[in-house]
């Protein structure tokens, strides 16, 4: 059984259709890139599934439950985690308390919930931060804060929203380790939304495209990128008339 | 256990903060042997009264960010329902008390429920209209004394009693609320680090995330506002029997709801000590004002004019309040 199962899914934001009629289904264990030009109904998609956007029709369901008429809250109960785009993290919490946040999800105690924390943030290698307030790190550092507060809830899945984002390559390099190290070690199943394609390309194990809020391509990274109806949603028709599709 | 261990910890404060706070309480326990009128005692009642409605808006209101102005309304159903209990029935302060909370409770569910549909500023104003509701059925119904209020009529009991806390002398009084205010910052204390003083800081952050990490939203808010009513509604019932006499205008008024806010926002909302530091500063600020400026020299309503000022003052320089300041301070001179 699949472990999330998007069947047809339409979100309309009045006369605008964000998403349209979008199919996914995703296995356990899979990390599976999101791309698309600005505007493509990533995000939109994200809200949708976990439950912060009512859907217009289509279903979702995920671990074997139709999740698609739960609240956000409850959708993040049964294991589904994400992140967000723009998210400056409390001005008021400590790293460590804002993955306290997150693991409070599982346990009533604060000691367990601050033990959680505390293994999460060594995992990541954050645990040299976790007295400072989010505010006070770089963006990298803050990036990585919100994966480790989702991580604080034990997801099965988990939507990770342009994490890499406004990083310098060391910090990408940082980055991938990290979703790699969440992916591989901690056996999370990973769908990213990511504009920066040598992290998409580099740690998915298959790749899926949107454009105006439809689905246009799917595959492995090596074919989706010579793929043609991809270059012409990022490049424009022009492009692929005169080059015949090829980017090299 | 650990709820104990964890209310007794004050351990993530400075150890300066620590030992003015210690100076403080023991200034607090020892105030009634040394000699002072009792203007000065009544002052610090009102200060330990206010601190505790502080402490409660502050659960909602500061580590929660949901700005509450109508806290009166649960003021004057403690207040109420101790007066009415003892007045017809010669129920105890102890058992009309938890009774009185009982009712502000439900009473805050049913008005909490709806209202946390709303955000920010209708929020408030919506808390506001609720209380002047309450006030205005108050002053007509006759059972509770309408607009004339209730009166508790000292004579009929032999001070001290301690069942019905009536007394003659009010160092009793401040013994009762001061232990009042231990346990309330107790509870506080407890409260800021519990799971529950942790997603009301994620929601005031920012809400969809707060709901992405499992936080029921609306319902987290509704029980806090709960636990606010419940501080307030028994120093109602301590205010009750202290006062004596209770009308729908000074237990239920919007100018008691702003107090409350004010206070806890002056000292610093969100924090542990702030609304203590806020009554610190404006209830003596408030006797004395009106005593000397406004009964002796005339100026009447100067303390409302001040309190005007405090508002205007914190929104522009220091939404955080005094508290915001002293962290400000102590972490610029970490960096």
Not at chain 2, 11 to 26: E, F, K, Q, Y
Request: hydrophobic content about 50%; some cysteine; aromatic content about 10%.
């Amino acid at each position: 059984m699949a472990l999330l199962e998007i069947h047809g899914l339409i979100k309309d934001f009045g006369g605008l259709r964000a998403n349209d009629d979008i199919s996914i289904t995703m296995e356990r264990g899979e990390l599976v890139g999101l791309i698309g030009p600005n505007g493509a109904g990533k995000t939109t998609l994200f809200n949708c599934v976990s439950g912060l956007h009512p859907v217009t029709s289509g279903r979702v369901m995920f671990d074997g439950q139709d999740i698609t008429d739960l609240k956000a809250h409850e959708v993040a109960r049964l294991g589904l985690a994400r992140t967000f785009q723009v998210y400056v993290a409390s001005g008021d919490l400590n790293v460590e308390e804002n993955v306290m946040v997150g693991c409070f999800m599982r346990t009533r105690s604060p000691s367990r919930a601050r033990a959680r924390a505390n293994e999460i943030l060594k995992d990541l290698n954050l645990h040299d931060v976790s007295e400072f307030r989010v505010s006070e790190l770089t963006v990298a550092a803050q990036k990585r804060v919100t994966m480790a507060t989702a991580l604080g809830s034990d997801p099965k899945l988990l939507l990770l929203d342009e994490v890499a984002a406004g990083l310098n390559p060391s910090e990408i390099e940082e980055i991938m380790a990290d979703i790699r190290h969440v992916h591989e070690d901690m056996g999370v199943t990973v769908m990213l939304i990511e504009h920066v394609m040598e992290l998409v390309m580099k740690v998915s194990d298959r790749v899926i495209v949107l454009d105006s809020g439809k689905k246009i391509a799917e595959g492995d990274p090596e074919t989706i990128v010579e793929d043609p109806r991809v270059i012409k949603a990022y490049l424009g028709e022009r492009y692929v008339r005169e080059h015949g599709g090829d980017i090299g | 256990m650990e709820t104990i261990k964890n209310a007794l910890d004050f351990s993530d404060s400075p150890r300066i903060d620590l030992t003015i706070a210690g100076l403080v309480a023991l200034f607090l326990l020892v105030f009634p042997i040394f000699p002072h009128s009792a203007f000065a005692m009544a002052t610090m009642i009102q200060f330990l009264m206010f601190s505790l409605y502080g402490m409660g808006w502050n659960t909602i209101g500061g580590y929660g960010g949901q700005v509450d102005l109508g806290k009166a309304q649960y003021v004057g159903i403690g207040a109420y329902t101790t007066a009415v209990m003892l007045i017809r029935w010669d129920v105890p302060f102890w058992i009309s008390m938890p009774i009185g909370m009982c009712f502000a409770v439900i009473w805050s569910f049913i008005i909490g429920y709806p209202l946390f549909r709303l955000k920010g500023h209708y929020f408030a104003i919506a808390t506001i209209a609720t209380t002047l509701v309450l006030k205005d059925i108050f002053e007509v119904w006759d059972f509770v004394g309408a607009a004339r209020g209730l009166e508790i009529s000292p004579i009929k009991y032999i001070p001290p009693d301690f069942l019905r806390l009536i007394f003659k002398q009010d160092v009793y009084y401040y013994y009762v609320i001061l232990g009042f205010f231990f346990l309330g910052i107790l509870y506080v204390n407890w409260f800021r680090r519990s799971r529950l003083g942790f997603q009301l800081r994620s929601i005031k952050d920012n809400e969809d995330v707060a709901q992405s990490l499992g936080i029921n939203v609306h319902w987290a808010k509704v029980k806090t506002y709960a636990i606010a009513t419940a501080f307030v509604s028994l120093v109602g019932s301590f205010h009750a029997c202290y006062i004596k006499n209770i009308e729908p205008e000074d237990t239920m008024s919007l100018d008691l709801s702003i107090l409350i806010a004010l206070m806890a926002m002056l000292g610093g909302a969100g924090s542990l000590w702030g609304p203590i530091i806020g009554a610190g500063i404006l209830i003596p600020c408030k006797s004395y004002l009106k005593e000397w400026l406004g009964a002796q020299v005339g100026l009447v309503g100067i303390d409302l004019i001040i309190y005007a000022g405090i508002i205007m003052v914190i929104s522009a320089f220091e939404p955080r309040g005094i508290w915001g300041i002293v962290e400000k301070v102590r972490r610029r001179k970490r960096s």
